[in-house]
């Protein structure tokens, strides 16, 4: 993404420790609307059954999310693309709801796709087909946002968020993009293809030994198509800076870049997902460029996607809510931060399954397991429910879980020593942390 990287981490900051505190969609994108932790906000996976964009989402949530201080304020706010993935379904108040905070609203119905779907236009349903020139989804994005910034002044402050899904599935590039990475492959890290591990929980101990040349070949399609798909997003990020530039805007706002969850290509004979507490999964990029940052630098200190709204707030000079979770990170701005400052914080996931037997996998029983990509690896399941302690200092790298299961399983890993967790330790739990085993459990109890 070599626009991003020149527009904004060349003018701004890398932050290289950006975690997310659940590795998955809706209940990473409520945390970053709330700065709040899954189980404080509610949201548990991608159903309305899970609290995504439910209605007692709407009703308990929505109103406090962050961008709501900002209209307040007088901001002018802009939302476009992906918001929770059951955003427009009738149950939930169809494309006629527009989450409060946002004057201007375009919101995806649904979950991710890159044609044929619908709008929601300021409450109006607004349908796409599948043109491959006219009708691709990052590219109308692009053209709403930068309609927004041509009416945008620098008397009245504004609030622009843009959510592309890409490169989330069905992993589909933008025609021109299609032929581009043919010679590019997954990583080959230590832990790809690994399989049937005796010292992971039981969802990775179902997995393979070793993947086959088909499931391979398939993992790195899915890798160069991902790819593909942002040099769309790279795209709209000149489009954006292009444009502030043009309206003198460029001077005074902030530009943000980053991702709700990490994703996994074969690690652990895991084909393609997320939801699993490694750092594959956890670990996201953030840049971020505007005034009074420093350019080219990069900061050490661990940022979470609970602390992108407090940051939010403290840049505007608005109160930041004593209920939040979350951080902020302004602060670190001014200066490159070369050491790791300690911090501890949480990682959750809430698995899921299925009541229905997955097709041409008799081995699973009904609510047993959720998701299964390709030769019957599935990549949730209703025993991966985990809560886990991240530690981050100069002196230590450390993550232990505990897992809602019949097992009481434990994971606990020494990233320092073993950065692609191949080695379980637990039971050794973080020593000089608050968090103790019993402690753990009584947060578990909160998430089931």
């Known amino acids: 993404m070599k626009n991003t990287l020149s527009i904004v981490k060349k003018h701004g900051a890398e932050f ?86 946002w004057n201007k609203w375009v919101g995806l119905v649904g979950n991710s796709c890159y044609y044929n779907y619908s709008l929601s236009v300021n409450g109006k349903e607004v349908k796409h087909g599948s043109d491959p020139q006219n009708d691709y989804l990052t590219n109308i994005i692009m053209k709403y946002s930068l309609n927004f910034l041509t009416q945008q002044n620098d008397t009245t402050p504004f609030f622009m968020f843009l959510s592309p899904p890409a490169p989330h599935g069905p992993f589909l590039p933008f025609p021109k993009y299609k032929n581009k990475y043919y010679n590019i492959s997954a990583p080959r890290t230590p832990n790809f293809g ?9 969802l990775v101990r179902q997995t393979p030994k070793s993947l086959s040349k088909s499931v391979i070949e398939t993992i790195d ?23 502030l530039k043009k309206k003198g805007l460029l001077r005074n706002t902030y530009i943000f870049f980053t991702s709700d969850n990490g994703f996994h290509l074969g690690q652990f004979s895991l084909p393609w997902d997320k939801r699993q507490l490694y750092e594959f999964d956890v670990r996201v990029p953030l840049l971020v460029r505007g005034p009074g940052i420093k350019k080219d630098i990069e900061i050490k200190h661990p940022v979470l996607n609970i ?23 302004a602060s670190y701005f001014k200066y490159s931060n070369k050491m790791l400052k300690n911090r501890t914080f949480i990682i959750e996931h809430q698995g899921e399954s299925t009541d229905a037997s997955i097709p041409g996998c008799p081995q699973y029983k009904a609510g047993e397991v959720h998701t299964c990509e390709i030769d019957c690896i599935c990549e949730d399941s209703w025993n991966n429910t985990y809560l886990c302690v991240r530690q981050l ?10 897992f809602n299961d019949r097992e009481e399983f434990g994971e606990t890993y020494n990233i320092t020593q073993d950065p692609f967790q191949m080695k379980n330790i637990f039971p050794f739990f973080l020593k000089s942390s608050e968090f103790g085993i019993d402690h753990l459990k009584q947060l578990l109890n909160k998430i089931r």
């Not at 707030?313 to 209920?323: F, N, Q, R, S, V």
Request: glycine residues 8%; charged residues 25%; contains cysteine.
């Open 16 to 101: 290289t420790n950006m975690f997310v505190t659940t590795p998955l969609c809706c209940p990473s994108r409520a945390s970053i609307l709330t700065g709040k932790y899954a189980h404080n906000h509610e949201v548990r996976n991608n159903s309305v059954s899970g609290n995504c964009n439910s209605l007692n989402w709407q009703h308990e949530h929505e109103d406090k999310t962050f961008i709501n201080h900002f209209k307040k304020r007088g901001y002018s706010t802009f939302y476009a693309g992906k918001y929770l993935n059951q955003y427009g379904k009738k149950e939930t108040g169809g494309v006629k709801h527009i989450p409060s905070g």
């Open 221 to 243: 399609d899915v890798f160069r198509n991902r790819w593909r798909t942002l040099l769309s997003v790279d795209n709209m990020v000149k489009g954006i800076y292009l444009e």
């Open 307 to 329: 602390d992108l709204a407090p940051t939010f707030l403290e840049l505007a000079d608005i109160p930041i809510p004593k209920d939040f979770d979350g951080e902020s990170f």
């Open 194 to 202: 690994v399989g049937g591990e005796r010292r992971k929980h039981w």
């Open 393 to 402: 200092s100069e002196k230590e790298n450390l993550i232990s879980c505990i």
